[in-house]
């Protein structure tokens, strides 16, 4: 007797029973029973029937385990794997243990929907890691582990170490499942090809018995090693009602195989060895460079989970200690040495140096970062050793965000995967029915060779390559984007971009820097530009507001007595002189001397002046972004309708849409008026990108298609945008347009294909003029088209207005 629950002896005595829809189910210990009870209880006894293995046995968690876990509840453990969301929940990335089929997944997210607290837990059938959001203040962290032990799984902190190694020892089981196949096929070949271009002949009857059997040999591990993974998923496919290419390789694999070796023990024709082994080899050389390549691409998180620093040089006084990263502290200071990379999110306080932020934002050229410059985790320092003031650190990291995005994209199914997916399980549905259909009538019809003919229309039209067609594209795609510094948070970004006609730009923080610079200085004749400068630095260096920050990078002349007046200005002492810088109106009421006349400039207008001289009028401006004209110039080349949206004055933003060619501007719009417009737009008939930083982009961009915040926007901002600019640079919109388009022309080139190739395929092999042996190259030559066709994808982005930017892959 086995257990209903783990499929494990269940011999004990008294024997463990319990009535379920009228029947005795006996268990194998109380621990079985109690999950059971606990399954049926929350209304998840499908469970049962949706299974294709054996579930994991329950084991009760010993005081030390239980205690091991409560330690998870702690602030400065929870650092290294515990983020915050701004919607109040925490949010979690755990590695779940035991999962043996897809029906544990659905089990594990069911159960845990039901706790309380939890708004959200999703398991990775690949990774197998799972994303955890819940309300600290409900329940604890460690009572949602338990939860999950007490049904006989495990889950830990993911470490991406951890993962890599687990993904090292899945893609080390495929090359032995690969190399063993590789092998039996050209042994088996061996054997077959002489035979069926008749190379040999004259050969006796015992030697024919003898290469049949030894062909046996070979062709044996293949079936139940190399194979087995297409038995395990197509009997999943058949308990779910979920048909997918699994079931019609597994029936060809296990009939050709069955029927081989049935003939070689009882005597017969035809054996179909070789076919086996070939159909095994090259489906499995197609899912391993399919797999490959998502691997590669690093949508896991592993790749760029490698990129954080486990330890950090922490000072403390004259000498450091090396500590945890993710028990740094906002506050804290750090030493990073040259060719180390940054364990924590920061502001440099001593040094200056380059920093490769290429894991970041996707630009290759490193950048000079100094004194007051905001640095990143992940980021890789050059030269010179810096000195940084940590403010985030752990999972509150740029960088874990950037992980965070990428598995919530990777959990997320694109429309047009799904739609695949559904016509492979059509097309499998229909092949299954034709096949038993294609050997009834040739048998009908006489002839000896119905079962080779059924055979090969199993294998011919195995929809592989339907089935790779859109999600190889897909990843390739995404790959590529977050190569060049566009990152989609959604699933159906990418889909989604091909149709996007007209972007909506908003202003300060998008088109232009965010950030006042001077344009221009007005002396008035006592004293010359370098010398005001110095004072107007002199005075700024007392305040920290924007426009102070302006001055802060010129050469300071002494002023004493400085008095900051909010907002107006500043006044000091110099040379026995009152000083004054600000507004007009502020330095107009400290100075005696008759105002100046001079024609308006552009932006905003800073005086200087003692109480008897006008000196200086500096001109602030907010300047477009460097590469925003060329991005601008080929967006329309590319038919892209373009309008720049903001709540700043008109006048200025006209002028901004005039020096960078924008078609249209609007200023003055609130964030009413800024939706307002955008449904307009969508009601036109528009297909609207709206590209934003600020919180009060967040209505406009909600009413858009798409949307995209920029990498300095804020976190709220960046979380509900559909896709974020990872660098400073405006030139990846042009580049995911092009992507996109490129993407959807791919996947219909694959779905055409593999739909023509199979429409082709089909009668050819149901008439019998394709034997199994070449219906298995012709499948997997399918398959390997539309692959390499879909890593045509990830080439180097284009030239889009900005030559200097070349895409050198991040990550390999």
């Not at 390789?249 to 070939?278: H, K, N, R």
């Not at 996007?500 to 006592?526: C, S, W, Y």
């Not at 967040?698 to 979380?719: C, F, I, N, Y």
Request: proline fraction near 5%; aromatic fraction near 6%; charged fraction near 20%.
């Amino acid at each position: 007797m086995q257990c209903f629950h783990c499929n494990e002896p269940a011999d004990g005595y008294p024997p463990i029973t319990l009535e379920l829809d009228g029947k005795v189910r006996q268990f194998c210990c109380e621990g079985c029973k109690a999950v059971c009870q606990t399954i049926r209880a929350e209304g998840l006894a499908d469970f049962y029937q949706h299974r294709t293995a054996a579930a994991v046995r329950p084991q009760s968690l010993a005081p030390s385990e239980v205690q091991r876990l409560r330690e998870l509840d702690h602030e400065l453990v929870q650092a290294s794997f515990v983020s915050d969301n701004p919607d109040g929940t925490r949010e979690a990335q755990l590695l779940i243990g035991g999962i043996t089929c897809a029906a544990c997944i659905w089990l594990l997210e069911n159960h845990m929907a039901q706790q309380p607290g939890v708004r959200q837990f999703i398991v990775n059938h690949t990774t197998q890691r799972a994303r955890l959001c819940w309300l600290p203040d409900e329940i604890r962290l460690s009572d949602l582990l338990i939860a999950i032990h007490e049904l006989g799984y495990t889950a830990r902190p993911y470490q991406a170490d951890e993962a890599e190694q687990a993904l090292k020892a899945e893609q080390r089981s495929t090359l032995i499942r690969l190399a063993l196949a590789g092998a039996g096929t050209f042994q088996s070949m061996m054997l077959a090809f002489p035979l069926y271009f008749e190379l040999v002949s004259e050969l006796s009857a015992e030697f024919v018995t003898f290469f049949r059997w030894f062909s046996l040999l070979v062709a044996t591990p293949v079936v139940f090693y190399s194979a087995r993974p297409f038995f395990t998923n197509a009997l999943r496919d058949l308990r779910t009602r979920h048909l997918t290419m699994d079931v019609p390789v597994a029936i060809a694999i296990g009939l050709a195989y069955g029927a081989s070796a049935w003939v070689t023990v009882s005597g017969g024709e035809e054996v179909y060895f070789e076919s086996v082994c070939m159909f095994t080899f090259f489906l499995l050389l197609g899912r391993f460079i399919e797999t490959r390549a998502r691997y590669r691409a690093g949508l896991t998180g592993a790749a760029l989970g490698g990129f954080r620093s486990n330890v950090a040089a922490r000072i403390q006084g004259d000498s450091t200690e090396l500590v945890a990263a993710h028990s740094l502290q906002a506050g804290d200071r750090i030493r990073i040495r040259p060719g180390e990379t940054l364990p924590a999110d920061g502001v440099i306080r001593s040094g200056h140096s380059t920093l490769d932020e290429a894991v970041l934002t996707g630009e290759y050229l490193p950048e000079t970062r100094t004194i007051g410059d905001q640095v990143y985790a992940g980021s890789v320092n050059g030269e010179n050793p810096l000195d940084v003031e940590v403010n985030s650190a752990g999972e509150k990291t740029r960088l874990s965000g950037i992980l965070r995005i990428l598995d919530r994209v990777q959990a997320e199914k694109p429309p047009i995967a799904s739609m695949a997916d559904r016509i492979a399980g059509k097309f499998v549905a229909r092949v299954l029915i034709l096949a038993p259909l294609v050997w009834i009538g040739w048998t009908l019809a006489g002839a000896e060779n119905a079962f080779d003919i059924t055979l090969s229309v199993l294998v011919v039209t195995c929809p592989c390559a339907l089935s790779l067609a859109t999600p190889t594209a897909i990843t390739t795609a995404t790959v590529k984007l977050r190569r060049i510094g566009f990152l989609p948070t959604r699933g159906h970004t990418l889909e989604t971009l091909n149709e996007i006609d007209t972007i909506v730009f908003d202003k300060t923080g998008t088109l232009t820097n965010g950030k006042l610079e001077l344009q221009g200085t007005r002396t008035f004749g006592v004293l010359d530009q370098t010398r005001c400068l110095r004072l107007a630095a002199g005075l700024e260096q007392h305040s920290e507001h924007p426009i102070a920050r302006v001055f802060h990078e010129f050469p300071t002349e002494h002023v004493s007595d400085v008095t900051n007046h909010l907002g107006g200005g500043l006044t000091g002492q110099w040379q026995g002189q009152r000083l004054s810088i600000g507004h007009r109106d502020f330095v107009r009421e400290r100075t005696h001397a008759p105002e100046p006349d001079i024609s308006p400039g552009t932006g905003m207008e800073i005086w200087l002046a003692t109480d008897q001289h006008w000196l200086a009028c500096f001109f602030l401006d907010d300047q477009p972004r460097a590469d925003a004209s060329a991005t601008i110039r080929t967006l329309q080349a590319q038919g892209i309708r373009t309008i720049l949206l903001s709540g700043d004055r008109s006048e200025h933003v006209q002028q901004i849409a005039q020096a960078v060619g924008i078609d249209r501007a609007i200023g003055r719009a609130s964030p009413e008026d800024k939706l307002a417009i955008i449904r307009q737009l969508a009601d036109e008939g528009h297909n609207v990108m709206m590209v934003g930083d600020g919180l009060n982009d967040l209505p406009s961009m909600a009413g858009a298609r798409v949307s995209v915040a920029m990498g300095s926007a804020a976190d709220l901002t960046q979380l509900q945008a559909d896709a974020v600019l990872l660098g400073g640079q405006l030139a990846p919109l042009a580049d995911a347009l092009q992507t996109s388009r490129a993407t959807r022309r791919v996947i219909r080139q694959n779905m055409g294909w593999a739909l023509g190739y199979n429409l082709l395929a089909l009668p050819l092999a149901a008439a019998g003029m394709v034997a199994p042996w070449l219906a298995a190259i012709g499948m997997s030559i399918s398959s390997l088209v539309v692959v390499l066709n879909a890593l045509r994808i990830g080439g180097r982005p284009g030239n889009t207005g900005n030559p200097g930017r070349v895409g050198t892959p991040v990550i390999t």
